[in-house]
């Protein structure tokens, strides 16, 4: 079992940054693939960027195109996602999930955060 506690949206400029945490608690996090996803009003699900347990990371180019980097601190348990250069069309609920392994598709996550809302304003 994991358990994930997303923190640090808001409400941001375009053109600023943001970084959020997800708190992870359980005995075998490491060897979880992190995700991060989002999803705006009316629109599906969207994976963003996956840290895998080896350190191999994935993002989605379509969306974030080298904006975000995403970092896991394993002694604290923490993942993090740093988001820069936004944009309006960012703005969305942002989530937290853990995998068995490295993937951009959300039904192959088995645990998911609250989630976190930012807003980029234009």
């Known amino acids: 079992q994991v358990q994930l506690v997303e923190s640090g949206g808001g409400l941001v400029q375009a053109g600023g940054s943001l970084r959020l945490s997800c708190a992870a608690s359980?005995?075998?996090?490491?060897?979880?693939?992190m995700g991060w996803f989002r999803q705006a009003p009316g629109k599906e699900r969207e994976f963003v960027a996956a840290r895998g347990w080896s350190g191999v990371t994935t993002y989605s180019q379509e969306f974030v195109k080298g904006r975000v980097t995403i970092s896991i601190d394993n002694a604290k348990n923490m993942v993090y996602l740093q988001m820069n250069s936004l944009k309006p069309e960012d703005t969305a609920v942002y989530y937290c999930?853990?995998?068995?392994?490295?993937?951009?598709?959300?039904?192959?996550?088995?645990?998911w955060g609250q989630g976190t809302q930012v807003t980029v304003s234009s």
């Open positions: 359980g005995r075998t996090f490491s060897s979880y693939t």
């Open positions: 999930a853990a995998a068995g392994r490295l993937s951009w598709r959300a039904n192959e996550y088995s645990y």
